[in-house]
């Protein structure tokens, strides 16, 4: 059992900064890739960023360049750093892991991205 506990959204300008963390309630150097996937309402969720225990990253198109993604194991935590803001990242962000073939999400931190 995982257990992710999501903080750091909130309302942002156009253009500004945010910084998402996800607390794992387990030792995530165990983990091999843990990801952030944000989700609109009515819509599927889309993957926006994953690391790996390597320390590989990966992003969607649409966040490379504005987004980093980052991860603390001696902290349990992973890192979403949000630059450049737009009003279409205006959505629910969510952290995800899979453990022995489970799926493991947070309960979402909302983002709003508005003048």
């Known amino acids: 059992q995982v257990q992710l506990v999501e903080s750091g959204g909130g309302l942002v300008q156009p253009g500004g900064s945010l910084r998402l963390s996800c607390a794992a309630s387990?030792?995530?150097?165990?983990?091999?890739?843990m990801n952030w996937y944000r989700q609109a309402p009515g819509k599927e969720r889309e993957l926006v960023a994953t690391?790996?225990?390597?320390?590989?990253?990966n992003y969607a198109d649409s966040v490379k360049g504005r987004f980093t993604i980052s991860r603390d194991n001696a902290r349990n935590t992973v890192y979403l750093h949000m630059n450049n803001l737009k009003p279409e990242d205006t959505v629910a962000y969510y952290c995800?892991?899979?453990?022995?073939?489970?799926?493991?999400w947070g309960q979402g931190t909302q983002v709003t991205v508005s003048s």
């Open positions: 387990t030792r995530i150097s165990l983990i091999n890739a």
């Open positions: 995800h892991v899979r453990r022995n073939w489970v799926d493991y």
């Open positions: 690391i790996t225990s390597a320390g590989t990253t």
